[in-house]
């Protein structure tokens, strides 16, 4: 593997990583680590792909579950680091949709974000994160209801 081999990786799926990682672990810092981590992995490996869609699949995979590794043995409480995820993110969203994100479960924010924002089926996700395509449906239904009625709460206390 060469250096312009990892180069191209970070350069094409850089952002998208690290939005991943920071929804998942909440702080810039940590989901650093864990993109430092995957792309560590990737150049030990020195793994062969089918295509471009494989190659972003398997480090979606890798980073996803480095994240849940690092949220198993964390013991402090996670800050969110809003700035960096909104610099990060396509359209920066100024409507409050994001700090609700944030505040739901792990499990339903990683899937939210898989499907809404990096645009992936059902099927890809399920693959991806180790769960069934019907667990992945019922995170997506659960974690929008709940979406729904935290931004609701919070559009409310600010008395619109």
Request: charged share 30%.
């Amino acid at each position: 593997m060469q250096s312009s081999d990892i180069e191209r990786v970070v350069q094409t799926y850089g952002d998208m990583l690290f939005r991943i990682s920071l929804v998942m672990l909440g702080n810039e810092s940590d989901a650093e680590d864990a993109i430092q981590e995957t792309l560590l992995k990737y150049l030990q490996k020195s793994l062969v792909f089918e295509n471009a869609d494989h190659e972003k699949a398997w480090l979606i995979t890798v980073v996803t579950n480095k994240c849940r590794d690092m949220l198993r043995f964390r013991l402090r409480h996670p800050q969110i680091d809003f700035d960096a995820l909104k610099a990060r993110s396509p359209d920066p969203p100024d409507s409050g949709i994001l700090e609700a994100l944030m505040t739901l479960p792990e499990k339903f924010r990683t899937v939210l974000l898989l499907h809404y924002v990096e645009e992936y089926r059902t099927e890809d996700i399920a693959r991806m994160i180790g769960r069934s395509q019907s667990a992945v449906k019922m995170r997506l239904q659960k974690g929008r209801k709940l979406l729904e009625e935290t931004y609701r709460k919070e559009f409310l206390e600010d008395g619109y």
